[in-house]
């Protein structure tokens, strides 16, 4: 009797349980809608969203996902959650793997997009909110308990996100992520792009936003906020890589890496505020094209802003303070500034290239030394592609530079990535090096930077300019706090120089144009 009571209690519970899912997990086939209402639900096998059909997640809704689950998206998912009724995705336990978004939208043109930044382009504006509004909606969600099935940090993890899209469109607004461990935040690839007015609180979170591969993106008004002596292997806050992106209004601090980092990219970096980042606090790599404008910058370990890797620069209304460097040039890029506060830094300027030219034989003998006394283990633990011995860093660095009478002189330029990491990895110091204007190698003595200050201030730096290799600099209406500091600059300045950057120092249509593609964000 008692074996059947309980049989009866669990078909019944059963049935309700089944029923209260059927009343509030709606298939209107002749929609292609699967609507969840508000409630809470539990997907041990996680869901699947076929093409053509459009999940419809309501205020309110918790949905608590099976260990290393995911929601896969081949069709569309609206989920718009309220301030007051948040929609809530979560781990039963443990931890799951986040929404996977696979489109069939055409690529985005990224680079068609770049008058639409800097100029206005009204017939991009509403090619880009089109795309947008008819796309994948997450806003007013909280996103929890994301993880890789092995839980454990790696490099490349940071192709892996709580939310990923690909070849689609994708808005992510006010919305938190929270206890996301060694895993990213928002990726995209390929895709028209919104990020809005989220926050970023997981410290543990691996990169909180990256945006690759042709996209068009808004990032606008987020919190990132981590803890960079806690997680040292953390990466970029925000990465944009080729692609056309405008990151404004977002505030960052104790990013593991870059705070704000852009290669190969065009971009518009708008009134960020980026705080105490382990590397960098805004980088332009790769050939990028930039207007950075507004943003401040304090106690970043590395650079409160880096052009690098033949970048063109414009910086406007910038405050840099408490870094290694205000502002640095590497591996002949180009910066046009104006109205720059560079203030409280151990250097104002710093102008390099990452790899030395020209070696004396001295330093070249004493760099191979350093390396051989180094075991095949240690060397492993370097992780520099492609490198697994001592004696393959000699090769490279043997083929990389050719002995000229007294000094070695570099000649390899599909060999500089690597050597530029065998110098890094190895701590030797730029300073420790013997830079020269070098014309025997001509991939070198193409990388000459070059910059052009106006208006802007320097105050209470160690050191105000520290320069290596041959560059192009002027300065003009600049303020120092000590007049011998002009004077010592002033020595340095180049001859003749007229910077093909200083037409664009006139943002007036740059600002515009942001402003209007905010106004319309704020509309969604």
């Known amino acids: 009797m008692k074996k059947f009571l309980i049989f009866i209690i669990i078909v019944i519970f059963s049935t309700t349980f089944f029923y209260l899912i059927k009343n509030n997990i709606k298939n209107h086939d002749s929609l292609n809608k699967i609507i969840i209402n508000s409630g809470d639900y539990y997907f041990p096998n996680g869901i699947t969203v076929k093409t053509g059909e459009v999940l419809i997640i309501k205020p309110g ?106 070849n689609t469109s994708l808005e992510v607004s006010k919305s938190t992520f929270e206890d996301i461990l060694h895993i990213g935040g928002v990726l995209t690839q390929r895709s028209y792009v919104v990020i809005n007015e989220n926050n970023f609180t997981a410290e543990d979170m691996h990169k909180d936003i990256n945006c690759t591969d042709n996209s068009v993106v808004v990032v606008q008004g987020n919190k990132l906020i981590q803890n960079r002596e806690k997680n040292q292997r953390c990466a970029d806050g925000i990465w944009i890589n080729n692609s056309t992106a405008l990151v404004s209004n977002n505030f960052l601090s104790g990013i593991g890496d870059d705070g704000i980092d852009t290669d190969n990219s065009k971009i518009v970096i708008l009134n960020n505020e980026v705080n105490a980042v382990l590397d960098d606090g805004i980088d332009v790599d790769k050939g990028g094209e930039a207007f950075i404008i507004g943003n401040t910058v304090r106690s970043s370990k590395e650079n409160g802003i880096l052009i690098s890797e033949q970048s063109k620069a414009i910086l406007v209304d ?34 390099f290239r990452s790899f030395p030219c020209s070696l004396t034989k001295n330093n070249f003998l004493k760099i191979k030394n350093e390396i051989l006394k180094m075991t095949d283990n240690e060397v ?38 690597r ?25 070198c003595y193409e ?48 001859d003749n120089f007229s910077c093909e950057l200083v037409d664009s120092l006139n943002i007036a249509s740059v600002i515009s144009s942001s402003k209007i593609i905010i106004k319309e964000i704020e509309k969604l």
């Open 447 to 494: 990388l000459k930077n070059s910059l052009y200050l106006t208006s802007s201030s320097f105050k209470e730096n160690e050191k105000e300019l520290s320069v290596f290799d041959n560059y192009q600099l002027k300065m003009e209406d600049i303020i120092f706090d000590r007049k011998e500091k002009r004077s010592e600059m002033e020595k340095m300045f180049t």
């Open 419 to 443: 050597v530029q990491e065998i110098f890094k990895v190895m701590g030797f110091s730029n300073s420790e090096m013997d830079f020269r204007e070098v014309e025997k190698s001509g991939f």
């Open 318 to 351: 910038n405050s840099i303070s408490g870094s290694e460097s205000g502002i640095a040039l590497r591996d002949g890029s180009g910066v046009a500034g104006s109205d720059l506060k560079i203030n409280n830094n151990k250097k104002g300027i710093f102008i």
């Open 380 to 417: 492993e633990a370097l992780k520099i592609n492609g490198i697994l011995s001592a004696s393959d860093m000699i090769i490279i660095l043997e083929g990389s530079y050719k002995q000229g009478g007294e000094n070695y002189y570099f000649i390899k330029e599909d060999f500089q990535k």
């Open 61 to 166: 809704a918790r949905l608590k996902m099976g260990e290393n689950t995911r929601i896969i998206i081949d069709g569309r998912i609206i989920a718009k959650g309220l301030e007051e009724q948040k929609i809530v995705f979560e781990a039963s336990e443990d931890y799951w793997r986040g929404i996977k978004i696979d489109g069939t939208e055409d690529v985005p043109s990224s680079d068609d997009f770049w008058d639409w930044l800097t100029k206005g382009d009204k017939k991009k504006n509403e090619e880009f909110f089109k795309e947008i509004k008819k796309g994948n909606i997450l806003k007013n969600c909280i996103f929890k308990n994301v993880s890789t099935e092995s839980r454990e940090f790696a490099i490349g993890n940071k192709w892996k996100s709580t939310v990923e899209a690909y």
